[in-house]
């Protein structure tokens, strides 16, 4: 599980916006870009060439 400090000061390295935390799916979710960052033992991955798209209906599952 993610620090809850380090999880406010996260920021999508595209957007500079807003990360939600998905703890089942172990990643980052970015709204905007629709992309999901992965976690890996409990240490965020911010690179953009590391996350994922999310589809139509994750988008509208993290809304």
């Given amino acids: 599980m993610l620090d809850q400090k380090l999880l406010t ?24 870009d629709a992309l999901a960052y992965p976690v890996r033992d409990d240490v965020p991955v911010m690179l953009s060439n590391e996350a994922r798209e999310l589809t139509l209906e994750e988008c509208e599952k993290y809304r």
Avoid: R, S
């Fill in 9 to 32: 000061i996260l920021a999508c390295p595209l957007c500079k916006g807003e990360l939600q935390y998905d703890q089942v799916a172990k990643e980052l979710i970015c709204l905007p």
